[in-house]
C-alpha cells in the first residue's frame, strides 16, 4: 500500500493548532478531541472517512478491555512498530498501564507531535520520556483517495 506524504500529514495537522478541545466533535478552528484532530487530518490528506464513528463515553477506556481504537485504526491506517514512527505517523497512547489505548497524536519531528489535549486544545508540544514511554501503537496515513470523475 502506497503512504501519504509525511510532510503533507504534518502541514495538515499543523493547521489544526489552536482548535479548541470539544469531545467528539472534528472541525477545524471550532473544537475536536484527539480522535477528531486525526479524522480532520485524514479528510485533509487521504479523503472523505471510511468508517463511521459511533459516540463515545469519556471513561469508554477505564471501562473496556477490547483495544478499540487500535483495532480501528488498523482497519484504514498502515500498522507499524512504534519505534520505527517517524513525522507524520500516528501515535495511540495507553495512558495508565492496564487500560486500553485511548489517546491519539500525530508526530511532527523526532521528538515533537501535536494532539488534541482537554482544557488545551490542539497543540505541538514536546515528546517527553512520559509521553514516548505511553505508545502503544503506531500507523501511517494510506495515498490519497483518488477522486472519481
Not at 37 to 45: F, S, T
Not at 47 to 64: A, H, I, K, M
Request: proline fraction near 7%; charged fraction near 25%; glycine fraction near 10%.
Amino acid at each position: 500500500m502506497t503512504l501519504a506524504d509525511p510532510k503533507k500529514v504534518v502541514a495538515a495537522a499543523r493547521t489544526w493548532l489552536g482548535t479548541p478541545y470539544h469531545d467528539q466533535a472534528s472541525v477545524k478552528g471550532v473544537g475536536c478531541d484527539c480522535l477528531g484532530l486525526a479524522r480532520g487530518v485524514w479528510r485533509e490528506v487521504v479523503g472523505s472517512e471510511t468508517l463511521p464513528v459511533p459516540p463515545y463515553s469519556r471513561d469508554w477506556g477505564e471501562t473496556g478491555t477490547s483495544e478499540v481504537l487500535a483495532e480501528n485504526a488498523g482497519r484504514v491506517l498502515i500498522r507499524i512498530e512504534p519505534e520505527t514512527a517517524g513525522p507524520g505517523a500516528v501515535v495511540l497512547f495507553r495512558m495508565r498501564a492496564g487500560a486500553v489505548v485511548k489517546h491519539v497524536g500525530i508526530l511532527t519531528g523526532p521528538d515533537s507531535f501535536i494532539h488534541s489535549y482537554e482544557r488545551l486544545g490542539v497543540i505541538e508540544e514536546p515528546l517527553t520520556t512520559a509521553w514516548r514511554r505511553r505508545i502503544t501503537f503506531a500507523f501511517l496515513f494510506p495515498r490519497p483517495h483518488k477522486k472519481k470523475t
